[in-house]
Nanobody
Framework: QVQLVESGGGLVQPGGSLRLSCAAS????????MGWYRQPPGKQRELVAR???????NYADSVKGRFTISRDNGKNTVYLQMNGLKPEDTAVYYC?????????WGQGTQVTVSS
């Protein structure tokens, strides 16, 4: 089992920044990838960014150049630095971990971009 705890969401004005954190615990060996999905109000969950165990990263086109995913292996934590936030980034953001074909999810953290 892998437990994921997210933090860092909140309310921010357009153009502002937030950093989300996702701390993994439990059986963290053999995690192939970690990342973030988001679910805007009334819409389906979508992939935002991911980072593999080898350090490769992928981003949704809508966040490229604004969001950066990184990890601290010593702290078993993945970060999502979000800059230039737009109202359309408003969503619940979920951390996930992929291990041996199973996907583990965090509880979600709300990000609201509004003036």
């Amino acid at each position: 089992q892998v437990q994921l705890v997210e933090s860092g969401g909140g309310l921010v004005q357009p153009g502002g920044s937030l950093r989300l954190s996702c701390a993994a615990s439990g059986s963290i060996f053999s995690i192939a990838a970690m990342g973030w999905y988001r679910q805007p109000p009334g819409k389906q969950r979508e992939l935002v960014a991911r980072i593999t165990s080898g350090g490769s990263t992928n981003y949704a086109d809508s966040v490229k150049g604004r969001f950066t995913i990184s990890r601290d292996n010593g702290k078993n934590t993945v970060y999502l630095q979000m800059n230039g936030l737009k109202p359309e980034d408003t969503a619940v953001y979920y951390c996930y971990a992929l291990k041996l074909g199973l996907t583990y999810w965090g509880q979600g953290t709300q990000v609201t971009v509004s003036s």
